[in-house]
T-cell receptor, first 110, second 113 residues
Framework: QKEVEQDPGPLSVPEGAIVSLNCTYSNSAFQYFMWYRQYSRKGPELLMYTYSSGNKEDGRFTAQVDKSSKYISLFIRDSQPSDSATYLCAMSVTLGRLYFGRGTQLTVWP | EAQVTQNPRYLITVTGKKLTVTCSQNMNHEYMSWYRQDPGLGLRQIYYSMNVEVTDKGDVPEGYKVSRKEKRNFPLILESPSPNQTSLYFC????????????FGPGTRLTVT
């Protein structure tokens, strides 16, 4: 079993939709949780970072961490075609080794 | 301009021929890391370095070597490449750790025949 599980999709939604992306994990020691966005032929870029449990909001993006369920989510409100990308969750125990999910490919069509 | 550079961007080589992929950052970052990305497997960490002369294994270190002799450079060495090391490789750096924003390089596409 992989440390981090993420449904690869693909996910296709109309512009303006609310998008929900999720990851589950098996290691209860994870305490740093991140979401990265990767456009085609580019390196990933950090979108959201959360330490331990709770919610974090940044514009149209909300990250949630539920440590009791070992489940993290990323919500995108009012999705735009420019949000079309692959979204990767990542998490770590210590401040060095990082575990990524497989990534979910999202397409937002006009 | 703040950036992470990797060279070469594309490389086709043969089994067993030693190669080095260079990575350099100009942001005075302490932390650097190497990843490989494969279809269906996502990003997997190969090695990381918390500072000069301090390196540690990631998820998939077998068949790879690294060194951190200078803060700005973190080369990835494949002593005897094999076809299963055909992949897209990314170098990344951040100020202190994985919890800081990591800046990724443009990627190196390696094919081993």
């Amino acid at each position: 079993q992989k440390e981090v599980e993420q449904d690869p999709g693909p996910l296709s939604v109309p512009e303006g939709a609310i998008v929900s992306l999720n990851c589950t994990y098996s290691n209860s020691a994870f305490q740093y949780f991140m979401w990265y966005r990767q456009y085609s032929r580019k390196g990933p870029e950090l979108l959201m970072y959360t330490y331990s449990s709770g919610n974090k909001e940044d514009g149209r993006f909300t990250a949630q961490v539920d440590k009791s369920s070992k489940y993290i989510s990323l919500f995108i409100r009012d999705s735009q075609p420019s949000d079309s990308a692959t979204y990767l969750c990542a998490m770590s125990v210590t401040l060095g080794r990082l575990y990524f999910g497989r990534g979910t490919q999202l397409t937002v069509w006009p | 301009e703040a950036q992470v550079t990797q060279n070469p961007r594309y490389l086709i080589t043969v089994t067993g021929k030693k190669l080095t992929v260079t990575c350099s950052q100009n942001m005075n970052h302490e932390y650097m890391s190497w990843y490989r990305q494969d279809p269906g497997l996502g990003l997997r960490q190969i090695y990381y370095s918390m500072n000069v002369e301090v390196t540690d294994k990631g998820d998939v270190p077998e068949g790879y070597k690294v060194s951190r002799k200078e803060k700005r450079n973190f080369p990835l060495i494949l002593e005897s490449p094999s076809p299963n090391q055909t992949s897209l490789y990314f170098c990344a750096s951040s100020l202190v750790s994985t919890s800081d924003e990591q800046y990724f390089g443009p990627g190196t596409r390696l094919t081993v025949t």
